[in-house]
């Protein structure tokens, strides 16, 4: 680009001046240069067609019948859009791909060219600006779904093209695509937000019902459902609300000859259940579901022998597992149940079923899957009462309980391996754990306390022949030794003793499980290397079952003895340090307590033992030192054990840090629940509000509302909620006076204690009133006087406490302030003293340096010792003493009295700082 300027130039010649014009070319540069002027764009470029004529074409009467055109215009969009489809153009192509869809019927000439336009439509779409992904999203949406209504066309190859669009647009997007100049492809994430918000997956499953005789569309179909089921719980859900589920698993077992339509229909189902679960199970809970899965999980097993069709089957148990789930599962009613428990204990409970007379286990992966999974649904199917009862027909119990053996390193031919045998071992011994306390008399039949008991000693023995291989889920912390086993074996002890059957219970006691038990917490509690968390589980399952064998049984407590006794106290010394360490010892420490509780208390010879031992000093040091959460069971023990009133003076005499006495720590703690739940207090902690006296700020806050007979008021939730009422208890049990190591603000505390029992019943009476008078009910006169009487008492007994709180603290201060005249007393003194050596010392100065001064001492010396002299009552005694010798050297300038040793004081060196020594010494020295 140029332009051009005039510029004049005056020339002079000889015939005179004359004007000359020229004129300049000046180049422009272009300020606009593109990425394409420069060449900086690479790929291929694309020349968009205007789609509106191609559209006018196919609608405009004169040309309907120009079908050649037609398919050569669409045949040209397919060859000039074979990158990708423009976002900007999407109304157009889906506008073309409908107007052919609906002519197909007529016209079959439209296939080819309209399969050609969804392949493409299967590629990511082009975007030529970044917000083109925000302002076409919608359009794109809803372009995707008129992509899914063309499953009405009733052509396979058009149906298996849309298909397979799908599939490519909503997996990652294959390297292969070249790059167009000035375009950029969606990405992969905006792709899968297309799919999700459009109505494409509830459609296809809608269109199922039209391919029940194409089945490799189906099958295709089927495909494209699993890929946008694997991980998108938005599709899953649109899929549900056509009622996928249930529709997929009707159909999973028609005709067809390379399986794959089961292996689909199963995947699909769990991803269903996997993301949607809450809304997939019910829509299987029907009878027509559970016969389908019951028809291919039958035919799995039976005629199954590869390991694909193996695997199929165990996938096709775990839907079960999680539709079994469901209360309304009617796997029962269908025989399916049944058929489960048959194919759970063949192998260990011989059986003439012809269903599983040629049926064999091995050693494979997938069979060893198989039988977990089947142990695995026995115990959800226990929920089930009916189920239950199967399950005890079958015999579950005896083929679980044959696992719960010794191991042994060498299996037999055509069996478990030693591997495999002991996470079976482990599985069945966690089954077991739910399932006895439902089937306590098949328990009892297949001698469940002896296989146990012998388990356990075996466990416990050192047999050096086992080593555990510890690679199971139940089997942490079991590699190399017989943990797992052990560990299994008490938590099943812990279930059956849990179940309160006595006849068990007593059947375990008669074996000696109580010494065996006592026994093997010996010496775990010897090693220090028994502080892991299963070692800590352990020990807390074995104290377990030792508290709910002997609490209401004195025998079994006398059973328990000295020996049971002593091992509580060792963990009591032991382990108060390590509550908070993290590992569980707080739970072993809940479980010895509780166990003292239940094995000790009540009974007259280990309660004299437990005292011997100091357990109660124990008790409440580890009150002092435990976490909130576990005063409520402490507290309890101690207040059994004060029964005995040989408890009392151990209490008494109880000293914690700082001096503390037990008073004083529960005083402590009851100040400690009041501010916890908010009760009214003044600075010194006496009562605030005389008509509250304990209410908390929750009973404060809560409207009085007309309840049923059976619920529980505040006033009384309020007693099990906190310590308070046990406190109050060990206090009744202590006295409340000439208690040692108490403050004044534990005796205005105690005032409060004392009358606790009063203070509440005045409580439930205002609650007993409030609500009558929200009810509008008006007691008879007699009991409403008898209300207000007990109210009024309620308010002058709060009156009193708070008196006598505040007697205690102002004799509390005339004591401090008597304190405080003493100590000035004591102060006052000292100084006087001080004053007096001063004085002295100046007199002692003032003598040795002026003369005179000495002469009049000495003159007051004389006159003081001539006054102390004694008077002579007789003129004899005049004369008599006038001839006696004098008691003092004449002419002596001293004001001491003397002996044959002299005694000089001299200034103090600190205050002459020693410059009279350096005078003394002689010259050089």
Known sequence: MTTTTATSVHVRTDFGTTEITTRTTIPLVSHIITDEDVGALSGVKIKPIDLNRAVKLLTDPHCCQLYERHVNALKRIAARYHRGFLMRDCVQVFRILNICADRISEQKCYIDAMCDIIRICGLPQLKEKLSDEITYEQIVIESMSQLGYLMRVPHAKVRLAIAD??????????????????????????????????????????????????????LKILKVLLTLSCDSEINCQQMLKSEAAYQICCDMNQQESSGFLLFVSVEILWNLLEHAGDIAGPQLCNLDCINAIKEAFHTLVVSGCSDYERQLRNDLLVITTLIAQHPSAPIVETGFAKQLVLFGTFSEVKSHNPLVRKLKLTQSPEDMEFKKLLINLMIVLSKDGAAVRLMSEGKLLLSLFHYVRPNEDKSPPREWSPAQFEELQLHAMSALSTLSSLMMEDYMVCQGNTRLLLLLEWCTSQDNNFSGHGNSFHGGGGRGNKKAQMRGCLRLLR???????????????????????????????????????????????????????????????????????????????????????????????????????????????????????????????????????????????????????????????????????????????????????????????????????????????????????????????????????????????????????????????????????????????????????????????????????????????????????????????????????????????????????????????????????????????????????????????????????????????????QGRNIHIDSTPAEMTKHHLMDSLLPAGS
């Not at 492809?185 to 999700?196: G, L």
């Open 165 to 218: 669009a799908l599939i490519s647009f909503y997996k990652e997007r294959s390297p292969n695509l070249e790059q167009v100049k000035g375009c950029k492809y969606t990405s992969q994430e905006f792709n899968k937000k297309i799919i999700e918000g459009s109505d494409v997956a509830e459609t296809l499953v809608k269109s199922l019902g039209l391919l029940e005789e194409d089945i490799p569309v189906k």
């Open 495 to 897: 279930a059956v003793v849990s179940h309160g059957n006595e006849s068990t219970n007593q059947d375990l006691c008669d074996q000696g499980i109580i010494g065996q038990l006592l026994s093997i917490l010996e010496n775990m509690s010897k090693y220090t290397s028994s502080e892991g968390i299963i070692d800590i589980e352990m020990q807390c399952d074995m104290l377990y079952v030792l508290s709910t064998l002997c609490e209401n049984d004195l025998h079994r407590k006398e059973l328990f003895g000295s020996q049971g006794v002593e091992m509580l106290i060792h963990y009591m010394r032991s382990n108060p340090k390590k509550v908070s360490s993290g590992l569980g010892h707080n739970r072993l420490m809940l479980t010895v307590v509780d166990a003292i509780w239940c094995c000790c208390v009540g009974c007259f010879v280990t309660e004299d033992i437990l005292l011997e031992k100091e357990g109660v000093f124990l008790l409440i040091d580890l009150l002092e030192t435990c976490p909130r959460t576990m005063h409520n069971l402490i507290l309890g023990c101690l207040l059994e054990l004060c029964e005995n009133p040989k408890t009392i003076p151990h209490i008494h005499t109880w000293r914690g840090e700082d001096d503390i006495s037990a008073p004083h720590l529960l005083i402590h703690m009851w100040r400690q629940e009041e501010q916890r739940i908010n009760v009214k207090r003044d600075m010194n902690g006496c009562i605030a509000d005389v008509s509250a006296a304990l209410a908390g700020q929750m009973q404060f806050e809560h409207e009085v509302v007309p309840q049923p007979h059976t619920a529980s008021s505040l006033s009384i939730v309020d007693v099990y909620e906190n310590l308070r009422a046990k406190v109050y208890a060990v206090f009744a049990r202590l006295g409340f006076s000439d208690l040692p190591g108490l403050t004044t603000e534990d005796y205005v505390t105690l005032a409060v204690i004392e009358k606790y029992l009063d203070f509440k019943v005045g409580e439930v009476w205002k609650e007993i009133s409030d609500e009558l008078r929200v009810e509008n009910v008006r007691p008879i006169t007699p009991d409403l006087e008898a209300m207000e009487t007990i109210g009024r008492a309620s308010v002058e007994r709060s009156k009193g406490v708070a008196l006598l709180q505040a007697e205690l603290l102002d004799a509390e201060n005339q004591q401090n302030s008597q304190d405080e005249k003493q100590l000035y007393a004591e102060i006052k003194e000292n100084f006087k003293q001080k004053e007096s050596s001063i004085q002295q010392w100046s007199d002692y100065i003032k003598r040795t340096s002026d003369h005179d001064y000495l002469v009049m001492s000495k003159k007051k010396l004389d006159k003081s010792i001539e006054s102390s002299r004694a008077k002579p009552r007789y003129r004899d005694d005049l004369t008599t003493s006038s001839v006696k010798h004098t008691t003092h050297i004449t002419d002596l300038n001293t004001t001491t009295f």
